[in-house]
C-alpha cells in the first residue's frame, strides 16, 4: 500500500466520491493518525510548493505541493499543508519530506487531499485506489503505507506495461534502478529495452531469476536496506 504518511493513518473521504455539492472527489483524503508528515513515495520535480491563492488563505488547497513524477506526464498533488517543506524547481524522492498535514484552504479539519492527475489538467484526475492500493472507502480503520518495494505497485512490471498505473511504477523502477547504479535511463514511465537491460543486470547481481520482469522478490530486492 502506497501513501504519504510513514506513520498510521485512515481515509477520511474516497476517492470519486459524489459530494452533496454534486462534485466528484477527485482524489483521497487522508488523515494521519500519529504522525501528520507527510513525504514523497515518488521521483519527481517540485513544480508548484506555496500557497493557491496568497491572497485568500481560505481558497482551494490553501498550502499545496504539486510534483512532477519522474518525466511523465503525471502529476501529484498534496493539498491543504500546514507548512511547506519543499520548493519550486527541487527534486524529490521516495522518503524526502513534502510538508505537515494540516487544514489550509477549503477545509473543515486537519487532513491531506492527495490526488493523480494526467498534463497537469484537473479534468484528467486518475484513479486513488488503482495506484495505491489503498481501499476506496471513508473509514476510521487504521491503515499503514510501506516504504519498500510495494512502492513499484502490486502488478508485476514488465515491457510493454505502461497504462496508468503502471507508468508511474515504472518511473519510480527506473529512477531506482539509476541511483542504484543500473542505467534504466529516463525516468519516462515507458518500459522498454533499456529498462528491461538494467532489470536484468540487477537481478544477475543480486542472484535473481533474469527474466526482466519486476516481481515482488525483485521488488523486494531493489528496496531492500
Known sequence: MIAPYKGTFRISQSWNNLRSNGTLHQGFDLVGIADKRLYSPVYGTVVRAGWENPKNAKQGWGRRVVVRIGKTRFYMYFGHLSSIAVTAGQTVKPGD????????????????????????????????????????????????????????????????????????????????????GFDAGDPDGLFGAKTTAAVKQFQLSRSLTVDGKVGAKTKAALFAP
Open 97 to 180: 519530506l513534502i510538508g505537515i498535514e494540516g487544514s489550509t484552504g477549503h477545509s473543515t479539519g486537519s487532513h491531506l487531499h492527495w490526488e493523480i492527475r494526467e498534463s497537469d489538467n484537473h479534468n484528467l484526475y486518475r484513479d486513488m485506489p488503482q495506484y495505491s492500493d489503498i481501499p476506496n472507502a471513508a473509514s476510521r480503520t487504521t491503515r499503514a503505507s510501506a516504504w519498500d518495494g510495494s512502492l513499484l505497485g502490486s502488478a508485476t512490471l514488465a515491457a510493454g506495461r505502461n497504462s496508468y498505473p503502471a507508468a508511474i511504477h515504472n518511473a519510480t523502477l527506473q529512477a531506482r534502478l539509476s541511483a542504484l
